[in-house]
């Protein structure tokens, strides 16, 4: 058993698969906490009470409330996808996941009706 060469293929893995993916991890990691506070933001500033739209103080923080968790978990659902397909494709080159993401398509599609 050739020690060097199993070191060398080990130090080749390490740098072209397994540190990109962490770098991947981390900054999924810290788009995923950081994201709340742009969309609270925005939300705020777009949705509140006007005599246009007859809303009342307590209907707008409801409005607010429920927008803001929906756009979190949504962004955060799409930062966790995105990051999972680059890992896999950094992990597995030779792995195909075009027909896993169409299955998936089909059957969301399927679902939805």
Do not use: C
């Not at 962490?22 to 705020?44: D, G, M, N």
């Not at 799409?78 to 080159?93: D, E, N």
Request: charged residues 10%; aromatic residues 8%; without cysteine.
């Amino acid at each position: 058993m050739n020690f060097e060469s199993i070191g060398n293929s080990f130090l080749n893995w390490l740098m072209v698969s397994a540190l990109p993916a962490l770098a991947v991890i981390i900054i999924s990691i810290f788009l995923y906490h950081w994201i709340h506070r742009p969309i609270k933001t925005i939300v705020k500033r777009i949705i509140h009470p006007t005599k246009l739209n007859q809303m009342t103080p307590e209907d707008a923080v409801k409005r607010r409330n429920t927008v803001i968790s929906l756009a979190s978990t949504v962004s955060k659902v799409v930062i966790a996808i995105s990051a999972s397909i680059i890992i896999f494709r950094l992990l597995l080159p030779n792995l195909d996941l075009t027909p896993l993401l169409a299955s998936a398509g089909i059957v969301g599609i399927a679902l939805g009706f």
